[in-house]
Structure formats: structure tokens, C-alpha cells
């Protein structure tokens, strides 16, 4: 099994910055693509950053400019730095990670249980 685990979120100020780091666990015999979703009250979950093992990345047109997304292979980890953020990036923050568990196995795709991030002054 795989566990992700985030870890980051909070309270901000808008106009200020967050990172949010999530760190994967167990089995994984290889991470292709890495993202990370959010979820606000009363909307579908959606698309904030993905980032593929070669490094390409790809952001929701809200986030492009503000959101920096990177990952760190030897640690398995995936980071989303949040800068100059507004009261509408409020939201519950997933990351996701597609993983092989073993040489032989199919790849899944994994969640983390998420963090709150909150923006209110």
C-alpha cells in the first residue's frame, strides 16, 4: 500500500504565501505523474498543479503565475508553493500520485487525506 501525507496548510493573509508539501510512503517501486487538487465547500474537485516525472509541468489558468509546483524524486515528496493568494484559493488541498507498487504491478493512483488551506484577513 501507499500512504501520501500533506502537510502545509493553514491560515493566510491574502496576499501572502504558503507551501504545502506531501510526502509518499510504502510500497512504490516508481511515481510517474504528481499533482495537486482542491476542493472548495459546495464545488467539484479540480485541478490546481501536476507535475510528470520528467519535470513538465501544468497549472489551472486561476493559479498560473502565483502557483509553483516541484518534486523531489529521491524523497518522493511533491511541493506547491502558494504566493500572492486570495480568499477564492480557499479550500481543502489534495495531492495526488500515480504509482507503480512493484516491477510486475499495474500503476494506481493514490490521494492524501488533504490540508486546509484558508485565506481570510
Known amino acids: 500500500q501507499v500512504q501520501l501525507v500533506e502537510s502545509g496548510g493553514g491560515l493566510v493573509q491574502p496576499g501572502g504565501s504558503l507551501r504545502l508539501s506531501c510526502a509518499a510512503s510504502?510500497?512504490?517501486?516508481?511515481?510517474?505523474?504528481m499533482g495537486w487538487y482542491r476542493q472548495a465547500p459546495g464545488k467539484q474537485r479540480e485541478l490546481v498543479a501536476a507535475i510528470t516525472s520528467d519535470g513538465n509541468t501544468n497549472y489551472a489558468d486561476s493559479v498560473k503565475g502565483r502557483f509553483t509546483i516541484s518534486r523531489d524524486s529521491a524523497k518522493k515528496t511533491v511541493n506547491l508553493q502558494m504566493n500572492s493568494v486570495k480568499p477564492e484559493d480557499t479550500a481543502v488541498y489534495y495531492c495526488?500520485?500515480?504509482?507503480?507498487?512493484?516491477?510486475?504491478?499495474?500503476?494506481?493512483?493514490?490521494w492524501g487525506q488533504g490540508t486546509q488551506v484558508t485565506v481570510s484577513s
Open positions: 495526488n500520485a500515480a504509482v507503480r507498487s512493484t516491477l510486475g504491478s499495474q500503476t494506481s493512483v493514490f
Open positions: 510504502g510500497s512504490i517501486f516508481r511515481i510517474y505523474d
